[in-house]
């Protein structure tokens, strides 16, 4: 089974368009996150969640909206997307914050 | 600023061939980890490293962490073309902040 899946593993959108992105872990881990892989393959924490509750917010979008209905989910949710957006978006999950993280295979979003 | 550099960007070598890896923090870490990532694919996990000093091995692959656990190295001893792909070391620097290198890119010549 795999361990952290996110869904869906390509995405081709318009500018404009709202679109989400989720993210299961099946881990029984407290803590999820998620993280932007740009073009040159830097990654950058954007959200952290630990119990449902958001902890980490790095300086994103307003667009950018994540939420977590339970402790083995957190969904990424981006309104009015920009092509600046484009980029690999990898969910992670630890079994507290601060422990190793273990990541999702990733979600290539395209923007048009 | 970047919180981690790694050196190099990029490596190519020839099969059976030793390569090491930096990574470097000017703040001192609590904790060091090392991810690969095959081209296309998701992070794995390797090693974590917390105390100053700390060697771990797995397989042909030893990490290791400095005494003041600013600097971790990773090696790779008798390079195989199955170790290619980008290495990257993660840090936490502060409780529930977590920060990765730019990565380096290992493609292993047969």
């Known amino acids: 089974d795999t361990a952290v899946s996110q869904t869906p593993k390509y995405l081709v959108t318009q500018m404009g368009n709202d679109k989400s992105i989720k993210c299961e872990q099946n881990l029984g881990h407290d803590t999820m996150y998620w993280y932007k892989q740009d073009s040159k393959k830097f990654l950058k924490i954007m959200f952290s969640y630990n119990n449902k509750e958001l902890i980490i917010n790095e300086t994103v979008p307003n667009r950018f909206s994540p939420k977590s209905p339970d402790k083995a989910h957190l969904n990424l949710h981006i309104n009015s997307l920009e092509l600046g957006d484009s980029a690999v978006y990898f969910c992670a999950s630890s079994q507290v914050a601060g422990s190793e993280q273990y990541f999702g295979p990733g979600t290539r979003l395209t923007v048009t | 600023s970047q919180e981690l550099e790694q050196s190099p960007q990029s490596l190519i070598v020839q099969e059976g061939k030793n390569l090491t890896i930096n990574c470097t923090s000017s703040k001192t870490l609590y904790g060091l980890y090392w991810y690969k990532q095959k081209y296309g694919e998701g992070l794995i996990f390797l090693m974590m490293?917390?105390?100053?000093?700390e060697e771990k091995s797995h397989e042909k692959i030893t990490a290791k962490l400095d005494e003041k656990k600013q600097q971790s190295s990773l090696h790779i001893t008798a390079s195989q073309p199955s170790h290619a792909g980008i290495y990257l070391c993660?840090?936490?620097?502060?409780?529930?902040?977590?920060?990765f290198g730019s990565g380096t890119k290992l493609n292993v010549k047969p």
């Open positions: 993660g840090a936490d620097s502060n409780f529930n902040k977590f920060y």
């Open positions: 490293l917390q105390k100053g000093g």
